[in-house]
């Protein structure tokens, strides 16, 4: 073991450790004002800190390569060239990071020629003899071959950098068998898929390992490789020169010529106006926080330039305190200054059931155990239905659980998940630990899943309070004005609705939900021994193997578009196939394929009707990239609208006793419509204003006929075109559509923006803006990212070019909805009416009707849908009521 009396010479890889944050956190949600991206810097640095405060290093330096040529690449062109072009979002990074590490007066080196890898080999092996216990952090295992008692690696895992295993010699020995300076000797007849060294075939790191027990190295075994029998000992005859070269190429070199040695690497005092000027351009201001702590902490602070009041608090987990309703509330006071600061709420479940509260100051926490039976809480639900401020992770589970406790909650005044989504819209982040980790480049310390015993407690939710509170610190630096504005006024707002209708639910016909199953299931059944009649044999549909045995080779059917496993038998290959080459077994296994689908919604909706005779679904809030809500267990979004299944599954939805009806709401061609206000057609505007049809009067501008000659081909043909051209359609996507001749789409669409040209514009510069930003947004600032606008692969890029096209106006749509919805929620509690929404599908509300509110609600809902957004065309708003969903279409 090392002599922790020794002074410490900490060695990082710097390339090696950013390239593993880089990969770690996640890219758009570190990019400054000016569009620099930082997420490697960020993960790195936090990564520092720790080493700093746990290993208090007395000496410190990190290596950067110069290229990815050196010595090696002349030996072997091929070295590293498995490796990909480095990302553009990490380009200008490392020289940032430097600029960094200079600030906090840690040395950095590089030397032409040589790796990071051979420099840190080079000062290990000087430290180790100079008598400094010596950690070397590198993401590179052929470092492990540094280890000695005096030389430990520090190896991240795979999450990235915020844990590090701990290699000394006897956890290499333990891990491995071998002695550490023999790791590359086992690397060598391995191969190394990284640095593209192609190992000895079917030799795998159990069987390198026996032979390097047994005779202690490449050269040895080599020498012995005719004692060496079966189909390995013929591939190592065959191809020893492999190994012999990795051997060579993976050697660190020890004696690099270097300006400084271990002695020269002793800590400076940082110069906290370099670090803070730096950290304030890449806007870390949490870990600017940090750093200025340690340097405090640890005296390494120039005297100078310090601040004379440089109190910055350190991140140590404050104890937690179980308290109960009297010391509670005294808590509370102290810790909010009388209910000004916030706090951060965290809740503690068995099987969905409330058991406990924890709550967390910047520097306290404490732990409130919940029983619905006792009676000393008042203070506790004061608090919670005050509008203090509170700061949560998920506040529309938060708010469901509370409710079903029977507590109301206000005050919500930042959600983390909430925050995250917005800054993130593409990536799903659900777990704290996750956000922890993305966020704060930390590990929430968690028991171990897979132990049924675990070794280590949970955390308390009180603990987890403290994190929240944390991570919603560093989420408000990335927050910009708009987005802020959308977190606030929209998502916020929403949470508590959205909980509502998921406690509150929606009746169900249960009976006539299992008639239509049966039903649905002998039909299937039917359509699956026709299919079988038309083969000759049964086989299974719902195989794609076999189904393509069958189209393919049975019944010679053209082949369709090619996949990983041979051909497509998708829903829209299939279709395709059927219209080119119609076939009686094809005509069945469609229509098989729709009968067990629409009897699987209904099976999952039927499952799911609780002992309420209600149907409870989970919204998620932050369910798509442009802002929409979506259902899940069940999904109540998916069922058809425009088939007679379809419509039977709404009849089963129906209002609950002391309802008298159903009412419906939804948005008339709403996408066209913030189209016409975006790009400001005046031809589009006309026709909303004057009330018409919107695609007959386009129809007739496009076909140079009155409106009244507009037929019903006509009009076909143009709505599909006004949709499509928002999501990007190309006139072949237009021909398949409407399975007419590429050359007629095309003139169509030069017809089309010939009259409505400001569409055309419109459409043209939002991906060139999104380009110029690297983000759109809606009309209420919600911003989604784009980065692979910039992609080299032209797959990506024309996938993001399309999405970019339309995610200002499906976004925009979402938000109008989410605002409608806020509305109508407000009204109804200011009124005290009992009516309640029950739906939300897309852009379409469905709302329960308590007995003799009908009136009220109707004009409630029309006048919240209608002014939900402030656009140069109105918001038609369609209503209707009936006795089930279905019927109170329109």
Known sequence: MSDPAKPTLLL????????????????????????????????????????????????????????????????????????????????????????????????????????????????????????????????????????????????????????????????????????????PEVAALVGETSDNLIGIDKVGEKTAVKWVQKYGSVDEIVAHADEITGVVGNNLREQKERALLNRRLNRLVTDVVLPYGPADLERAAMDEGAVREIFDRLQFRTLQERVIALATEEGWLDGASASPVATVRENVEPTVRTLVDEELAGWIERVTDGGTLPLGLRIETINGQLTGLGLAS???????????????????????????????????????????????????????????????????????????????????????????VPEADAISPATEAWY??????????????????????????????????????????????????????????????SAYAELGREVNLGS???????????????????????????????ADLQEQSPHPFLDLLLQHRDATKIKQITDAIEKAVAADGRVHTTYDQTGAATGRVSSNDPNLQNIPIRTE?????????????????????????????????????????????????????????????????????????VKAMSYGLAYGLSAFGLSKQLRIETAEARELMTDYFARFGAVRDYLRNVVEQARVDGYTETIFGRRRPFPDLSSPNRVLRENAERQALNSPIQGSAADIIKRAMIGVDADLRAQGLASRLLLQVHDELVLEVADGELDALRAIVVDRMSHAADLTVPLDVQVGTGPNWDAAGH
């Open 645 to 717: 299944v379809g419509r039977r599954i709404r009849g089963a939805f129906v209002p609950g006793p002391g309802f008298e009806t159903l009412l419906t709401a939804d948005y008339s061609q709403i996408e066209m419509r913030i189209m016409a206000h975006l790009s400001g057609d005046e031809g589009l505007i006309a026709a909303f204003t004057a009330g018409e049809d919107l695609h007959r009067f386009v129809g007739a501008r496009v076909f140079g006929v009155d409106p009244a000659d507009v037929t019903p081909a006509m009009r076909t043909k």
């Open 12 to 183: 990082v890889d710097g390339h090696s450790l950013a390239f593993r944050a880089f990969y770690a956190l996640p890219v758009d949600s570190f990019v400054t004002r000016d569009g620099q991206h930082t997420n490697a810097i960020h993960g790195f640095i936090a990564m520092l800190i720790n080493l700093l405060k746990a290993e208090k290093p007395s000496h410190i330096a990190v290596a950067f390569d110069i290229s990815r040529y050196s010595f090696r690449t002349r030996e072997y062109a091929d070295y590293k060239g498995t490796r990909g072009e480095t990302p553009p979002e990490f380009g200008g990074q490392v020289p940032l990071l430097e600029e960094v590490l200079k600030a906090m007066s840690i040395a950095t080196l590089s030397k032409e020629d040589f790796e990071a890898d051979d420099i840190l080999a080079t000062l290990a092996r000087q430290g180790a003899e100079q008598g400094f216990r010596v950690l070397v952090v590198s993401g590179d295992r052929d470092s492990l071959q540094l280890v000695t008692d005096d030389v430990t690696v520090l190896y991240p895992n795979v999450r990235g950098v915020s844990e590090l295993k701990v290699y000394d010699r006897a956890a290499v020995i333990e891990r491995y068998g071998i002695e550490p300076h023999q790791y």
């Open 362 to 452: 910047r520097d306290d926490s404490a732990f409130v155990p919940w029983a619905a039976d006792r009676p000393d809480y008042a203070a506790l639900e004061s608090w919670l239905a005050s509008g203090a401020p509170k700061i949560v992770q998920g506040a529309k589970r938060l708010t469901r659980v509370l409710g079903a406790a029977g507590l109301a909650i206000g005050g919500i005044a930042f959600d983390t998940s909430l925050a995250t989504a917005l800054l993130r819209p593409t990536v799903k982040v659900d777990d704290l630990a996750t956000q922890v980790y993305d966020v704060l480049g930390e590990t929430l310390p968690q028991p171990d899943p897979n132990q049924l």
């Open 544 to 574: 794609p193997k076999q189904l393509q045995e069958v189209l393919f080779d049975q019944l010679g059917m053209p082949k369709t578009r090619a996949t990983k496993t041979g051909y497509s038998t998708d829903a829209g290959a299939l």
């Open 468 to 529: 929240v509170v944390r991570v919603a610190d560093a989420l408000t630096e990335r927050v910009g004005a708009g987005t802020r504005v959308v977190l606030d006024e929209i998502e916020l707002p929403l949470a508590p609705v959205l909980a509502r209708m998921e406690l509150d639910g929606v009746a169900v016909d249960r009976h006539g939900l299992q008639a239509l199953s049966a039903e649905l299931g002998a039909t299937a059944e039917q359509l699956a021994q």
